[in-house]
């Protein structure tokens, strides 16, 4: 009978696909749940058909195959929340399992029905009440997940509108074709016709999932609906054969090759449409993807921006990389635009199994980001030249107020200091320190503002942090200062860098609890990676005030009651002069640490 081997053909259709999920498991939310979900599926039909297979005999077996029709539809119930980003908790989701494995295991111990014979279909199982309990279950948990993938549709954006729709349209297919059985089962005197449909119903489903996350499940259904038009219009064409004015069945047979040999190209385009979507670019989508990139002022953004455009173009969600030569296993197809030196290129990545149309339409839209990414460029350029313009001149301001201060207050710190000559020492010493104080914020305002150029040299950085870590007390290296870590620097100011990062950590401990476990109340430590070279400076002081972490290494900005607060825009400048950087990082169980970056230097 067709309808037996229609289901005997959606049962290995399902396993299959089971088994493609799986293999691209990694690439769509869900997918081992949905593959489960599947393999029950297939459970189900065989239990339906293993009658009509091998004889009524089977019944017992299989009418508890059809018992886990409930724990089935809990897996289709967790995958559709987890598919739709939606949070139930454990607790729901324990209580849709805790469903459905109870009116499985009822029907398993009581079994839910038995099998009559049907005039269309053959052997069939009418449940009993314990199978009506069950059928209640996973109709619930059924309902259930399609309320969540409505209500997801409903705030849904593209592509994952479209991914989510496609679900729930396989599943309102699924349930027309169950129709089937109910007409059957109810003894309808008319042919479970919708039962013909189940194979859609699994393709329908995965194919709307993998169809944006990925690629070549695009080339596949290109293919097969291209097959399968041009098989439908080769029936067509042997349906009207007997119409023609020939005998011959060699003719025949000639004339319905040279047909769909005529067609193919006219189908192959028609099914390019249908799958990829937006194959012809005009001049005024050139303008709109132009327009829409032209608010993007970051590379990230620029990528980003980038992606929606031709991903909601094509119908495929697609990963552009701008400025980033590095790409990824995702598996969905990508468009990578990098300054190639002489002007920005982009490249495809992934695009094999796309047509020539598609991969035009993808070239052309990489034009137009490369454009964008040489503005993005040149506008940060710019940016950084004002930036640098705007620094220098409050620089130069500050530096001229350092002067006359500086210049003005030795007189008066020098009367001062004589005039307290008398007094008894404590006196003194008071009004030395606050003299100290004074001079050395004096000396700080100068070293800042002044302009000075470095002297870069090759040095073994761990040496020299171990040098200058002898002149400490209290300081325990870490074990990535064995090894040697060439960087280019300038060992003046690099001695001036760390003088301030240990003078500050120093203070810092001096104010702070002790009950670290370490060997000392300062660290440091170092490290190689992605062609850097880290030096961490940490210590166990109270750390840093959340009013400041911001505006650490601006000036003025200090920790200590007792700083300048130039001490960390000093290390800051001077990192900067040499093409790294300087932050507050996280290294626990220490309290605070700073983390200078220099570019590596490799050994030759």
């Not at 199982?125 to 619930?140: C, E, F, H, M, Y």
């Not at 870069?456 to 990535?480: E, N």
Request: glycine share 8%; net charge neutral.
């Amino acid at each position: 009978m067709l309808i037996h081997a229609v289901l005997a053909f959606a049962l290995f259709e399902t396993l299959a696909l089971a088994g493609v999920l799986l293999v691209w498991a990694d690439r769509v939310a869900g997918a081992r749940l949905l593959a489960v979900f599947l393999a029950g599926i297939a459970v189900w039909i065989t239990g339906n058909e293993l009658p009509n297979w091998f004889g009524p005999e089977t019944e017992h077996t299989a009418i508890r195959l059809l018992a886990t029709a409930p724990l089935t539809s809990a897996f289709f119930f967790h995958f559709c929340t987890v598919f739709c980003r939606v949070d139930i908790g454990r607790v729901g989701v324990a209580a849709a399992y805790a469903l459905g494995g109870g009116a499985t295991l009822l029907a398993e111990i009581f079994l839910p029905g038995h099998i009559v014979q049907q005039r269309y279909i053959g052997w069939i199982a009418v449940a009993n009440p314990v199978g009506t309990v069950a059928s209640l279950a996973w109709v619930i948990l059924g309902v259930g997940g399609v309320t969540v993938l409505v209500r997801s549709l409903m705030r849904a954006t593209r592509p994952a509108y479209s991914q989510i729709a496609a679900v729930t349209a396989s599943c309102l297919w699924g349930m027309v074709c169950l129709s089937g059985y109910g007409m059957a089962v109810l003894d309808w005197p008319v042919y479970p016709f919708p039962l013909l449909g189940l194979p859609l119903y699994p393709l329908i489903l995965v194919y709307g999932i993998l169809r944006y996350g990925v690629f070549v499940a695009n080339a596949w259904a290109r293919r097969a609906l291209v097959w399968a038009l041009l098989l439908a219009l080769g029936a067509g064409i042997v349906a009207l054969m007997p119409l023609l004015p020939i005998e011959s069945r060699w003719l025949g047979g000639l004339v319905v090759a040279a047909s769909c040999l005529a067609l193919n190209g006219p189908v192959r385009r028609f099914a390019e449409r249908l799958v990829y979507p937006g194959g012809d670019v005009s001049v005024a989508d050139l303008g709109e993807w132009r327009r829409v990139l032209q608010s993007a002022e970051t590379p990230q953004a620029l990528a980003q921006q980038s992606a929606t455009l031709l991903g909601e173009r094509i119908g495929t969600r697609v990963d552009v990389r701008v400025g980033e030569a590095r790409s990824d296993d995702s598996g969905a197809p990508q468009l990578i635009c990098v300054d190639a030196g002489d002007g920005w290129r982009s490249a495809l990545k992934g695009w094999e199994a796309a047509p020539p149309g598609l991969r035009h339409v993808a070239e052309l839209f990489g034009t137009v980001v490369a454009e964008a990414a040489m503005r993005v460029e040149q506008t940060q350029h710019i940016a950084a030249r004002e930036r640098e313009r705007q620094l220098q001149a409050r620089l130069a301001e500050l530096g001229s107020l350092a002067a006359t201060v500086a210049h003005d207050i030795r007189n008066p710190l020098n009367i001062i200091a004589m005039a307290v000559a008398g007094a008894p020492s404590e006196t003194r010493r008071e009004v030395a320190d606050q003299v100290a104080r004074i001079s050395h914020l004096t000396r700080d305002l100068l070293d800042y503002a002044k302009p000075w150029k470095l002297a870069p040299t090759r040095i073994d950085l761990a040496a020299h942090v171990r040098t200058a870590a002898m002149r400490l007390p209290d300081v325990s290296l870490g074990a990535g200062l064995e090894q040697a870590l060439m960087v280019e620097a300038d060992p003046r100011r690099l001695d001036q860098a760390l003088t301030n990062l240990f003078e500050n950590a120093r203070t810092a401990t001096e104010s702070g609890a002790t009950d670290m476990p370490a060997q000392g109340h300062v660290h440091i430590d170092a490290e190689i990676t992605d062609g850097a070279v880290l030096l961490h400076v940490c210590d166990d002081g109270p750390g840093v005030p959340p009013e400041i972490r911001d505006r650490l290494f601006e000036p003025f900005a200090s920790r200590s009651p007792g700083g300048t607060g130039l001490g960390l825009a000093i290390v800051a400048r001077i990192m900067n002069a040499h093409g790294g950087s300087v932050a507050l990082t996280e290294r626990p169980p220490w309290r605070t640490c700073f983390t200078l970056r220099f570019p590596h230097v490799r050994n030759t």
